[in-house]
């Protein structure tokens, strides 16, 4: 990829983030980090694809480690986030303060 | 191939990336944040369905799809199963895991760059390192993270000079990098670079305990979400840089706003520690005794109070006393009595821990407050009932320059009128600070498990008809 293009996305992607995270309640924080836990857990696209590349023994294994970590990632993030956001729904209260 | 996967893939990757950040934003709102997340699932679903006919996939679909089924189902059975309280620590597991992940990646891309299958110019191979290094100590450091929250390791570890061991070793790292970048790698040179890297990330977890724990995982988290950036760049997938990118500079953040909290720096966390001033803080003068009482008295100094703040904390979280206290807290309102909750920013294990553990209880978020807007209240409170807090609630952070804490932000308890703690038993806190305040007048010990206590005091109210 084209290094400067990389670097502006690089750029624009650190602004996004900061901006996402800036107004957020404190009592958020937690299911945030959960959040964005699940969320780099995309890195199971990239395992997927050096396995998928992957020809020796070494590489094979090493490959079938990535994608194994990954999905963990991804699936175990998405399960803890999903539990602990399940708690705010109980309460009508929260629709006032947010 | 495909006919059109070309043109497929790289669009599905496009949209995963808006969805992600799509969702990323839902989560500023407990309103939205349940939907942002369904969001963001659905877009992590699309792009692992099309990364099968991505053009440089070329075989290996069994195996493929054994790890994707076997990974998923152990992490979503072992989510499912955890208490709430051990959420913290499975986040750190977790992000462990997409740690390593992005590290092995590096592994493969740099065995093909042995073998000669693969070119990579110098930018490529430097960021494909850069993300092997921090994927593995984000990797080894955050299951050393869960280790010790889970308590398969309990005490922080410290030995003479550590953070000169741990600067050469990662200064070796750094070095067999070098080694690597212009030598070329080899299988015998990736092995010893990738082992100094995890030994790295053990090191500079081991000394970190108390209530730094939660910052060190936030760290991680930001960590592996730049090193799977690192690794979009490598691979050419933009939405892997992008939503790695995100994550890594949203987890910054995150870390900072934590540190803040504590009023320390984030190289006051990583390299100062509680560690050395934990020794000599057992020896800070504690003048006069623990005092204890009853759970009868202490529910009717509370059944009679006009005001009472209750401060949560961890060892709420450890007895799942949430539901316990809410009951009480709804039995004293019916008396007239006015309770609020005070939550440290690093209450718990994790910022907002408490606040979870509240809301599942059904506590209603009027009730709750930060630490700014209630700290004024407590000279005007009859009874502050801490709940299983021990270092946030420590006036040693106000009082004495000597002590590692000294300078934290913490909630004034002290001031109330009647401070009641219940606590398991006599030993100090997770950080193994000796905290002030139970050698305090009008400070009394309320020992045992949380839950049973709150079931006792219950029961207390209840008797005064």
């Given amino acids: 990829m084209e290094g400067w293009i990389a670097l502006y996305i690089f750029m624009l992607a650190a602004f996004t983030g900061i901006e996402v995270i800036r107004r957020v309640p404190a009592i958020l924080h937690t299911p945030l980090m959960s959040g964005s836990n699940f969320i780099h857990g995309i890195v199971v696209v990239g395992g997927m694809v050096v396995l998928g590349m992957a020809d020796t023994t070494a590489e094979i294994v090493v490959g079938f480690i990535a994608v194994f970590l990954g999905a963990g990632n991804a699936v175990g993030g998405y399960v803890v986030t999903d539990r602990m956001l399940e708690m705010f729904k109980s309460s009508d209260k929260t629709k006032d303060k947010g | ?465």
Avoid at chain 2, 50 to 74: D, R
Avoid at chain 2, 137 to 151: D, E, R, T, W
Avoid at chain 2, 248 to 260: E, I, N, P, R
Avoid at chain 2, 345 to 371: C, Q, W
Wanted: proline content about 4%.
């Fill in chain 2, 1 to 465: 191939m495909i006919p059109g996967a070309e043109f497929i893939v790289p669009a599905a990757y496009f949209a995963a990336a808006i969805l992600f950040i799509y969702g990323l934003k839902g989560m500023s709102s407990p309103v939205t944040a349940r939907q942002g997340m369904i969001w963001a699932g659905v877009a992590m679903l699309l792009a692992v369905v099309v990364t099968f006919i991505h053009p440089k996939v070329e075989g290996n679909y069994g195996l493929m799809l054994i790890a994707l089924i076997s990974a998923s189902g152990l992490a979503w059975w072992w989510a499912r199963i955890v208490a709430m309280t051990d959420m913290p620590q499975m986040i750190a597991l977790y992000n462990g895991m997409g740690g390593g992940s992005a590290a092995a990646i590096a592994g493969v891309e740099l065995l093909k760059l042995h073998s000669g299958q693969a070119e990579m110019v110098p930018t490529t191979l430097l960021v494909a390192s850069f993300g092997a290094i921090i994927g593995s100590i984000a990797f080894s450091g955050s299951l050393i993270a869960f280790a010790k929250l889970q308590g398969w390791m309990r005490k922080t570890w410290r030995f003479p000079s550590q953070q000169m061991v741990n600067l050469i070793v990662f200064g070796i790292t750094i070095l067999l990098g070098v080694i690597i970048f212009f030598a070329g790698p080899n299988p015998f040179l990736l092995v010893l670079f990738f082992g100094f890297a995890l030994a790295a990330g053990v090191l500079i977890t081991i000394p970190i305990g108390g209530a730094d724990m939660p910052v060190i995982i936030s760290l991680y988290n930001a960590l592996t979400g730049l090193a799977v950036g690192f690794k979009g760049y490598v691979l050419e997938i933009p939405a892997l840089m992008i939503a790695g990118i995100v994550v890594g500079a949203a987890g910054t953040m995150l870390t900072q706003l934590m540190a803040k909290a504590m009023n320390r720096t984030l190289g006051n966390v990583l390299f100062a520690g509680f560690g050395k001033a934990d020794e000599d803080a057992g020896g800070s003068e504690t003048t006069g005794e623990m005092r204890s009482i009853d759970a009868t008295d202490a529910a009717i100094q509370m059944a009679y109070a006009e005001k009472v703040i209750i401060v949560p904390g961890y060892g709420l979280a450890v007895a799942q006393a949430q539901h316990k206290i809410w009951e009480m807290t709804e039995l004293l309102q019916s008396r007239g009595v006015k309770v609020s909750f005070a939550i440290h920013p690093v209450a718990g294990r994790m910022p907002g821990h408490m606040n979870v553990l509240l809301a599942e209880a059904g506590v209603d978020y009027e009730m709750i407050h930060d630490l700014e807007d209630i700290n004024a209240q407590f000279p005007s409170t009859d009874v502050a009932l801490v709940i299983g807090a021990n270092d946030v609630v420590n006036p040693a952070a106000r009082k004495d320059p000597s002590s590692p804490i000294f300078g934290m932000p913490i909630l004034d308890v002290d001031k109330a009128k009647n401070c009641i703690v219940i606590k398991r038993g006599q030993g100090t806190g997770f950080s193994g600070i000796e905290n002030l305040l139970f050698f305090e007048d009008n400070n009394r010990m309320l020992y045992g498990d949380a839950q049973k206590v709150a079931q006792q005091l219950i029961a207390g109210i209840k008797s005064l008809g």
